[in-house]
C-alpha cells in the first residue's frame, strides 16, 4: 500500500511549506499533508521508511547539538564577562560615593568652622536684600 503522492507530500514538510498540516515532521503531519488517515500512513510502510530516512538526513548535517552546546558555552562566557565587568562598574561606582560623601562631610564641617570664626569677628556684614539684586 503507498500514500498518494507520498513525495510531494513529503516534499512539502521538508521543504517547510505545508499546506494541509502544522508542518511538523511526523507522521500524522505526512498523513494530513497526504489527505489521507494516520493508520493509512502507518500501514504504508515503504513510504514511512523513506520519509524517516529523509527527515533523519535532513537532520544529520553538521553536528548541531555540538555546535549549539559551542555556542552556549561562548554565550555563558560572555554573560560571566559581561556580570564581572558590571561588579567592577558598581564596586568603582560605590567607592566613588563613599569619597564624595567623605569629601562633603569635610567641606560642610569646614564651611562650619569658618562661619563660627566670621560670627566671632563680627566683621560679617549683612547686606539688605536690595543692595543684593543688584
Known sequence: ?????????MD????????RSDGSLTVAS?????GISRATAYRATQA????????DERTSGP???ATLRERIRELQGELREARRARHEEITDLRRSV????QHVQVLTLDNERLRA????QNTVIVLNASRRER
Not at 505526512?30 to 497526504?34: K, S
Not at 563613599?98 to 560623601?101: P, S
Open 30 to 34: 505526512l498523513a494530513r499533508e497526504a
Open 12 to 19: 512539502r514538510l521538508l521543504a517547510g511549506e505545508p499546506q
Open 63 to 65: 553536528d548541531v547539538p
Open 117 to 120: 570664626e566670621l560670627g566671632q
Open 98 to 101: 563613599y569619597t564624595l560623601a
Open 48 to 55: 514511512l521508511d523513506t520519509f524517516r530516512q529523509r527527515v
Open 1 to 9: 500500500m503507498s500514500i498518494p503522492a507520498p513525495g510531494q507530500a
